[in-house]
């Protein structure tokens, strides 16, 4: 790089740039348009250091000489905390070593990550609440020195650690400024494949299968409920938080109804049922029979009206064989349009 080109670049950072080509250029800047301009003054004597690359040369190798001396003398009252371990308990391979609180701790790069990432997408009850990543060690908030480390220290960044890096690593101003994206990803973080359901979930099932017609027994089992419809509860949560179009659940739900409409109904084996003392007693089960999430989303409106008026095309499954339904009780549900529900 050539001294002008060098020098342009201390000014391109300047509000007020100065393009110069030649001593005289800047010196008659400095001496007849600003003569009390400090800055100029400065950024010219950083031109005059350049003339002379020898002291500037000596200066530079002295700065860093004396770093790399400082750097030396703190680590003598460092602290090395005893761990060849990664997060999940497997040996580290090059691991990354972040000083905090004058002790020095090893990580795997990934696991950090993961670390930084799980905090950023902290969520209580799909209300975004991301909060500043911590020491697995400590539980004491990273230093910004040390997460600009692990940034620059990844290949492959997660897309809200490149947001937070963006945003001086300041949670607030992150969460000002992504809160669709936090909320989606709380929505994604709430209803992933591993998660367990809660009594919210179910009842929100439960409210958009009544406004679809989808008639569960109320002791159909919780477990194999929230597996069939938490795909549909998260598009519910998409259009209830982030205002998507109601016209996809819609058709899919009506879908789920014409493949099986005695799903989520009680029955009784035919001959099995006694009654003692008032207690109904025979072998009980419910329809949990479904076509997959996947598979519903295949099925477009052409072949579903096809489906709905061919009685040869249809999938629609016929009751399970030598059992007894029980007829849903009437209730007090008003059932009106899916998609105005929605």
């Known amino acids: 790089m050539s001294k002008t080109a060098f020098f342009n670049k201390f000014l391109t950072a300047n509000p007020e740039y100065v393009n110069v080509k030649d001593y005289n ?11 009390a301009n400090q800055h100029i003054k400065i950024k010219f004597a950083k031109y005059q250091l350049m003339d002379n690359k020898d002291h500037f040369y000596q200066a530079q190798r002295s700065y860093y000489v004396l770093t790399k001396f400082v750097n030396k003398c703190k680590s003598k009252y460092i602290k090395q905390y005893n761990c060849d371990q990664d997060l999940c308990g497997n040996l580290l391979h090059n691991p990354i070593v972040l000083v905090e609180h004058k002790t020095a701790y090893k990580f795997s790069v990934n ?13 209580r009850h799909l209300i975004p609440e991301p909060v500043e990543p911590k020491n697995p060690y400590t539980n004491l908030p990273l230093s910004k020195h040390n997460l600009l480390l692990l940034y620059s220290k990844l290949i492959k960044k997660h897309h809200l650690f490149t947001l937070f890096y963006k945003c001086n690593f300041d949670v607030s101003t992150f969460k000002d400024n992504n809160r669709r994206i936090l909320l989606e990803y709380a929505i994604e973080t709430a209803l992933a494949p591993d ?34 419809f938490r795909p549909y509860l998260k598009e519910l949560y998409k259009i209830r938080y982030l205002f998507y179009p109601g016209k996809n659940l819609s058709f899919w739900l009506d879908c789920f109804v014409l493949y099986n409409p005695y799903f989520g109904m009680k029955h009784i084996a ?8 008032g207690f109904n007693i025979g072998t009980f089960g419910y329809d949990d029979r479904h076509l997959e999430f996947n598979q519903i ?4 409106a052409t072949r579903f009206v096809h489906m709905a008026r061919d009685k040869e095309l249809s999938i629609t499954l016929k009751p399970i064989p030598n059992v007894n339904y029980y007829e849903p009780e009437d209730d007090n549900n008003v059932y009106y349009d899916s998609e105005d529900s929605l």
């Open 25 to 35: 250029n800047i010196l008659k800047h400095i001496i007849v348009s600003k003569p």
């Open 111 to 123: 696991d950090l990550q993961k670390v930084v990432v799980n905090a950023l997408t902290h969520q």
């Open 195 to 228: 998660s367990s359901w809660n009594e919210e979930f179910i009842e929100d099932i439960y409210y958009m299968c009544d406004n679809n017609n989808i008639r569960v027994h109320e002791d159909f089992p919780k477990d194999t409920l929230y597996r069939v």
């Open 270 to 277: 035919e001959g099995t049922f006694t009654s003692i003392y």
């Open 297 to 300: 989303r295949e099925i477009n």
